[in-house]
């Protein structure tokens, strides 16, 4: 695929979803660039909010297999992985591939289960590939992760490893519709639509597997230029040692910071990066990464607002 016709595609799938996911338009270009950049997401938000049914309508535009898994408290990594199963009549072992052998993956209400269970998606998140005794499996491609959470302060609820949650390249936050988006889903209800069945909203297949690996492959020629990328590190640097920060971005944010902002430069049909682009980004790959200080969460600091004030206090490259 050709790097002008990224942005065709991009707008043909925000075209599709938006038949059926009313507003959120943030939400749903970030999960569409992370698809892009095979990269793994974070919505947190309360529940009832549209969220399964975004990656529902998702993988309807994409013609791709795709799986969701509901956490609980008694799901075990196994039923995630996979396992092994002997063979009385061969007398050999067959490994039963788990629902992460798919190309969309909807990891539903993740911080329901325990450690034991999120850490299962390690390996899966950052090598694409499956280790059980001894044997690794790999995973299809395209593969993305969108994983949900309800906010840390529901009960019931594991806070997740902060191994795991760097392996996320951008958490996305979900809040309640304003008065006109949600007129506009009780709309569907009232001329006769209903969002489960979503052959009544006609949406259809805008790209196939390999397409998706193709918009990957052409994003890598979009141009990024040294001082952007020094602009990043600058990024990074201010935040590790922001006031308000106790634990600062890896490098991982910059790599996902870079890789993202390429991909979003080709959606809006640029071959270039721009600062606006990283600064556009920045609160999706940062607010997740950033552990403030306990004295600034008790004054109600937040981690968007400290990005904000970061992004502020480091000069933008001028063109």
Not at 4 to 22: L, S, T
Not at 71 to 84: E, I, N, R, V, W
Not at 165 to 177: A, E, G, S
């Amino acid at each position: 695929m050709q790097l002008d016709q990224v942005k065709q595609v991009f707008e043909n799938a925000m075209a599709e979803i938006g038949k059926v996911v009313v507003g959120q338009l943030e939400l749903v270009e970030g999960v569409l660039i992370a698809l892009f950049a095979e990269g793994s997401v974070l919505i947190e938000g309360p529940p009832g909010l549209g969220k399964t049914l975004l990656v529902n309508v998702l993988s309807r535009t994409v013609a791709c297999s795709f799986r969701r898994v509901q956490f609980t408290p008694d799901l075990m990594p196994s039923d995630l992985t996979g396992h092994s199963i002997y063979d009385m009549k061969q007398q050999a072992f067959h490994f039963n591939q788990g629902p992460v052998f798919t190309n969309i993956l909807l990891a539903d209400e993740i911080n329901r289960s325990p450690p034991k269970t999120q850490a299962a998606l390690l390996e899966v998140m950052q090598e694409q590939q499956v280790t059980v005794d001894g044997n690794t499996h790999r995973l299809q491609r395209p593969f993305l992760i969108i994983a949900t959470q309800n906010p840390i302060e529901y009960e019931g609820t594991y806070p997740l490893p902060e191994a795991q949650v760097d392996r996320f390249m951008f958490k996305l936050l979900v809040d309640y519709p304003p008065p006109a988006d949600e007129v506009g889903i009780l709309e569907h209800y009232a001329t006769g639509r209903d969002p489960r069945n979503l052959a009544e909203f006609g949406v259809r297949n805008v790209m196939e597997s390999r397409q998706v690996l193709d918009i990957q492959q052409a994003v890598r020629q979009v141009i990024v230029e040294p001082r952007l990328l020094t602009y990043i590190v600058e990024i990074l640097a201010a935040a590790r040692v922001w006031g308000s920060v106790n634990i600062g971005p890896s490098p991982r944010a910059g790599v996902n910071l870079l890789v993202s902002a390429r991909t979003l430069a080709a959606c809006r049909g640029r071959d270039f990066v721009t600062p606006d682009d990283i600064k556009e980004l920045a609160p999706w790959v940062l607010r997740h990464r950033l552990r403030l200080r306990p004295e600034a969460e008790i004054e109600g600091v937040t981690p968007d607002e400290t990005i904000r004030a970061i992004l502020e206090s480091v000069e933008a490259p001028r063109s």
